[in-house]
T-cell receptor, first 112, second 113 residues
């Protein structure tokens, strides 16, 4: 079973602060996805990283895939209240019958 | 519709009753997932359908839970003899293939009283 550990589980910060959260596994993934879920909605894809060492930027969000493709980080610069939500990472397994595996998520609260 | 549709959006049921939750995936998507999410928590995997392959039922918490996917499209999650601990949001997601982006519905909020 491929497990994804996300940390920290909860994070509450002030508007304007920077933060980094993590998604770690002992398994290698072909690709890794980050989703954000807002209250009352389903998760929505933010980004997919595929290549080891890859860095992708989405406005104030920077995503990095580890060189060994076992871990990923999400850095948010100058957080805003609109960034509040549950951040989930998901990795694809290997093999014909594998599926997307989700981590438990990181609950981020950005205070005005 | 353009997205994943789940019905009902809210369901209140009495303990011991059976419930059926429906998911209409995006047309043409071969992969379909069911997840459960308790308040403020992450996603708990329940079951996964991929094309004509046997479903991955490894996440179903008990034999009271079952799911089927008819004709490779619509899926129904059935919970028999509901218990209060079954109260949660049940999310369905579909994907064009095995491990590409998952598109989620808005979920069904189940409350067992």
């Amino acid at each position: 079973t491929q497990l994804l550990e996300q940390s920290p589980q909860f994070l509450s910060i002030q508007e304007g602060e920077n933060l980094t959260v993590y998604c770690n596994s002992s398994s290698v993934f072909s690709s890794l996805q980050w989703y954000r879920q807002e209250p009352g909605e389903g998760p929505v894809l933010l980004v997919t990283v595929v290549t080891g060492g890859e860095v992708k930027k989405l406005k104030r969000l920077t995503f990095q895939f580890g060189d060994a493709r076992k871990d990923s980080s999400l850095h948010i610069t100058a957080a805003q209240p609109g960034d509040t939500g549950l951040y989930l990472c998901a990795g694809d397994g290997s093999g014909a019958n594998s599926k997307l595996t989700f981590g438990k998520g990181i609950t981020l609260s950005v205070r005005p | 519709g353009a997205g994943v549709s789940q019905s009902p959006s809210n369901k209140v049921t009495e303990k011991g009753k059976d419930v059926e939750l429906r998911c209409d995936p995006i047309s043409g998507h071969t992969a379909l997932y069911w997840y459960r999410q308790s308040l403020g928590q992450g996603l708990e995997f329940l079951i996964y359908f991929q094309g004509n392959s046997a479903p991955d039922k490894s996440g179903l918490p008990s034999d009271r839970f079952s799911a089927e996917r008819t004709g490779g499209s619509v899926s129904t999650l059935t919970i028999q003899r509901t218990q209060q601990e079954d109260s949660a949001v049940y999310l369905c997601a579909s994907s064009p293939s095995r491990v590409t982006e998952a598109f989620f519905g808005q979920g069904t909020r189940l409350t067992v009283v």
